[in-house]
């Protein structure tokens, strides 16, 4: 495990997927009253930077600092973001856990919600879905909440600001509710305990052990969560929960100068104490000691990594344009060194399968600049050199001017992406996008500012300036070697130095120099002719067939602009596949694309295309083989030649499996120590252990060949049902004719798909009711309680019934929510859904589940089937109905304007299964005509305990005698 990388941080990230109840009443300390506080700077008052134009900043008297934008994409939309300077590193060690545990608790009984049960109920009957539009998160160094509002209508309006008031100075804090949440929280800590977190904090420790961070994880300590009095909550909520520490943000379609009057309105009253919380004393970096090693092990860790490290003080900059440009040439660099991690991971007996570098700032108090990469089958040993000198090599001989122009291109091409979709930014992410800007003090500058700057700053980018960057910062005695890995003796501290002194000693020769290729698939032959054109008025989309038999839908939208999506769906997928094969699915998943092409290898393909858009993803579906991918309108062309050139000259280069089967430990191991393993056990037994679910013996993974795969996929790439579907910013009469060009030259190939009647039919499902237990092998105490109810299938009969049985599962989970977590305190996140499948015959599940500590299990499950079986009695309420129904309403509202759900739902399969059209002119109508009657009758027929299955997950070390079934 690599010492905290950006995207392990997000692990120590904590936050509420879910509202749990309001507060607010006056604090409890002395406060002043609302006087003139010290404004806070923007990051653009320092910078040559301008901040986007449309972007409104400002300071209330009281110092809370605000930030709109208008936008209205999607129209009536609002989002509003709570960004409160403060997180863990503000606890006392008495307090350790207490903000997250906050987070929790401004949930729980306000001013504007006394009743801890009103606000939820109250948000669902407004269309505010709980987790989906409702959450925040707690880290380090801040808390945000945050709410994402279906409608700007006034009452809508008027919760959200209510709420994020509430959130500020109002919550109660009750010493019951404080009580009430205890199990909540302590279970969140269980379900998160994993042997990353436990690794990561063994490296803090050992790495800065005089540092708060080390000390400070945000989840607590169980003690101080089981005992923490209210004094612990209140004094952190005064102390830093105050406006001169907040910042509202605001996006969405309102008119600029009414939203800051509500603001100010809303907000102005809102007091500092007298005595603010002071900013933690970070500690100190322990520097000067030179080149050392850290070994960490455990048996469950999933991967062997190996990280070279430098750390620094870190030096905070403004955001200006020669700041940007003085962190460009070693971020270009570290893009070459893990493009040659990636290279070498591919040869034949290579010790590593992939690699990075990387730098990047820790909460503003140290700088890590590192190099990792993974063990090849846990051989730390084998894999250390190539660590090394792979490091020394760029350290030595600097780079190459293609390697350069390569990340150039795409660096450029990311900037443009940015510019030319700008006008579509969605309301939710510009606003998380502004709290971001907020929380690391960077300018919001438009996309069109930022590609200038780039490009102004890349033109003084040269190999040398890369080279020099690296060289700064590498060349120095102060090196930490870090090993992470399954188990090592004694001697493998002594061993890691002895190796590295070792490989130090060898000389290291410069890189190669490359050309780069061109593409080779840029003609396929004669254009192919139209067979039949329609047009799907309803829907406004385009259906042409060509005279080979490959059919295609062609849709023009405005969600997104210079972005366009395509997905092809060929043969059958997983109704074709071996069943003496089982796992050969995930086999040609991972290895497909990575394979190249017969003319160019992966690696070749990301050389060429370099600055282009056109990437093309293979996956295995349950009906088809799908080749998907995300381009421009400039590169689509590109994109069909790419996905033409894999169907009729894929590579399945022997690198690609290499590379694939070098991870197998990994992923064994992963399924042998956490919950995946049951996870993919319980898949399999709600399909009958049919073999196409059945995840396979490393064994027989190992044992897969090229061969296999093109005994499978070639008939399907050469003669099966072809259906592909174009969605985005695009004109459909230009995009006809290059599909001309591509698909339309394809061999001719079957015009329909074959029924695959008794492939479809899954034998031996499970029998309710029914117990089972699954378990895995660790240390960790997290366990599942889940119960399954069979339901139907999803096909043209039962798209009714399927779309009433979802909004059940809203209903379950509200009282699932209402009585495991709020009343009893029993679990952080309990939910349900059903998955209904439109391919195997009558296979459907309802699945409620609910994360905890493993020897509250049996009690939750048994819960969850008293629960099912009460609703079953014909109990729900309109009430419940509308509160199910209301945010299932706002999302269908949202759909209609998101490409995915256009080219998933309605587009793909149009022409194989035309009725899918007829499912998309109902929906909405449909859903609203939802009778309490129907609602009472579906939980009737399948919610009682006689039709459920109840599921236990959980470590070995916590299994017991299997109970009695429910």
Not at 317 to 328: E, G, Y
Not at 532 to 545: G, L, R
Not at 669 to 698: M, Y
Not at 908 to 923: K, M, T, V
């Amino acid at each position: 495990m690599k010492l905290t990388k950006p995207h392990l941080l997000l692990a120590l990230t904590l936050g509420v997927s879910a509202l749990s109840s309001f507060p607010v009443s006056a604090k409890e300390t002395p406060s002043i009253a609302a006087q003139a506080v010290d404004a806070r700077p923007w990051a653009h008052d320092s910078s040559d930077i301008a901040s986007d134009p449309k972007v409104v900043y400002g300071t209330l008297p009281n110092g809370m600092r605000y930030v709109l934008l208008p936008n209205d994409q999607p129209p009536g939309r609002v989002s509003m973001r709570l960004h409160i300077a403060a997180g863990s590193l503000m606890e006392r060690e008495d307090q350790r856990g207490v903000a997250h545990f906050l987070e929790h608790m401004v949930f729980n009984g306000s001013k504007n919600f006394p009743d801890s049960s009103q606000l939820i109920p109250k948000m669902q009957r407004l269309g505010i879905a709980f987790g989906a539009h409702a959450n925040a998160y707690t880290s380090f160094d801040e808390t945000v909440y945050m709410l994402d509002l279906p409608n700007n209508k006034e009452d809508t309006l008027k919760l959200g600001f209510d709420v994020m008031r509430d959130f500020g100075d109002g919550a109660f804090l009750r010493d019951e509710e404080i009580d009430k949440e205890r199990g909540v929280i302590l279970s969140e800590k269980t379900s998160r305990d994993s042997v990353q977190m436990r690794l990561m904090e063994q490296q803090f420790q050992a790495l800065l052990p005089d540092a708060l961070i080390s000390k400070r994880f945000p989840i607590g300590t169980e003690e101080i969560i089981k005992s923490a009095p209210r004094s612990a909550f209140t004094d952190f909520y005064n102390e830093y929960y105050i406006p001169s520490k907040m910042t509202f943000v605001y996006v969405g379609d309102f008119d600029a100068k009414e939203a800051e009057k509500r603001i100010r309105a809303t907000f102005g009253s809102m007091k500092n104490p007298a005595k603010a919380g002071a900013d933690p004393q970070l500690g100190k970096i322990s520097s000067g000691k030179g080149f050392q090693t850290l070994v960490v092990a455990d048996k469950e860790v999933a991967s062997t990594d190996l990280t070279l490290m430098v750390m620094t003080p870190h030096e905070k900059s403004a955001d200006t344009k020669a700041n940007r440009a003085k962190k460009l040439p070693l971020s270009i660099a570290n893009s070459i060194l893990g493009r040659r991690f990636s290279i070498l991971s591919k040869k034949e007996n290579a010790a590593i399968s992939g690699g990075e570098a990387y730098r990047y700032d820790l909460f503003e108090f140290t700088d890590i600049t590192g190099v990792s990469v993974v063990a090849n089958n846990h051989d730390w040993k084998a894999a250390l050199p190539v660590l090394e000198q792979e490091l020394r090599r760029a350290v030595q001989h600097g780079f190459t001017e293609s390697e350069l122009n390569e990340v150039k291109a795409n660096l450029v091409n990311a900037y443009q992406r940015a510019v030319k979709s700008a006008p579509s930014r969605q309301t939710n992410t510009l606003a998380s996008a502004l709290a971001k800007h907020i929380h690391s003090d960077a300018v919001f500058s438009t996309p069109a500012d930022d590609l200038a700057i780039l490009k102004e700053n890349l033109e003084k980018i040269t190999v040398e300036s890369c080279h020099e960057a690296l060289v700064k910062l590498w060349v120095t005695e102060n090196i930490t070697l870090v090993l992470t890995t399954t188990q090592a003796d004694a001697e493998a501290d002594a061993t890691l130095k002895k190796l590295y002194q070792q490989s130090t000693a060898k000389e290291v020769t410069a890189p190669e120099k490359t050309e780069s290729a061109k593409f080779a698939y840029t003609d396929f032959g004669q254009a192919g002719t139209i067979a039949k054109q329609t047009q799907v008025k309803e829907h406004d989309f385009t259906q042409v067939s060509f005279h080979n038999g490959c059919h295609c839908n062609i849709k023009k939208t405005d969600f997104e602009k210079n972005s366009v999506s395509v997905t092809t769906r060929v043969g059958a997928g997983k109704l074709t596949m071996p069943k003496d094969k089982p796992g050969l699915d995930m086999f040609a998943s991972a290895t497909f694309t990575a394979g190249g092409l017969g003319q160019h290898s992966s690696d070749e393909l990301r050389t060429i295309l370099a600055g282009r858009n056109a990437r093309v993803r293979f996956e295995v579906q349950e009906d088809a083989f799908a080749l998907a991918g995300n381009t421009t309108p400039e590169d689509l062309e590109l994109q069909l030649q790419m996905i033409c050139a894999y169907l009729t000259d894929p590579g399945f280069r022997p690198e690609a499996a290499r590379l694939f089967k070098a991870q197998l430990p990994s992923i064994y191991s992963k399924l042998k120590h956490s919950s995946a393993g049951p996870q993919t056990e319980l898949q399999a037994d709600l399909r009958g252990n049919d073999p196409r679910f059945v995840f396979p013996e490393e064994s027989q993974v190992r044992a897969f060949t090229v061969e296999d795969l093109k005994k499978w996929l070639l008939p399907a790439f050469e003669k099966g049902y072809l259906e592909i579907s174009i969605i985005g910013d695009l004109e459909p009469e230009k995009v006809i004719p290059i599909l001309a060009r591509t698909i339309g030259t394809l061999p001719e190939r079957a015009l329909t798909k074959p029924a695959y009647k008794a492939e479809r039919i899954l034998q031996n499902l499970p029998k309710t009711p029914g117990l089972r237990r699954y378990t895995f092998d660790s240390r960790v105490a997290p366990g599942t309680a889940m119960v399954v109810w069979k339901g139907p299938g999803l096909s043209d009969k039962t798209i009714k019934e399927t779309r009433r049985l979802g909004v059940l599962s809203s209903i379950l989970s509200n009282r699932m929510r209402e009585k495991i977590r709020e009343e009893l305190g029993e679990a952080y996140s309990p939910y349900a859904g059903f998955q209904p499948s439109d391919v195997f015959v009558d296979l459907g599940y309802l699945l409620a589940v609910s994360p905890g500590k493993a020897e509250q299990a049996e009690r939750v499950g048994k819960l969850i089937v008293d629960i099912g079986h009460n609703l079953a009695s014909g109990n729900i309420t309109e009430d419940e109905l509308n509160r199910a129904l209301a945010p299932k309403l706002s999302e269908l509202k949202t759909s209609l304007r998101e490409n995915d759900y256009w080219l998933s739902t309605v587009m793909s399969q149009s022409q194989e299964q035309p009725y899918r059209l007829n499912w998309a002119s109902e929906r909405d109508a449909d859903y609203q005509s939802i009778t309490l009657n129907e609602m009472n009758a579906l939980a009737q027929k399948y919610l009682n305990s006689g039709n459920a299955i109840r599921i236990e997950i959980m470590p070995v070390a916590e299994v017991a005698p299997l109970p009695e079934a429910p």
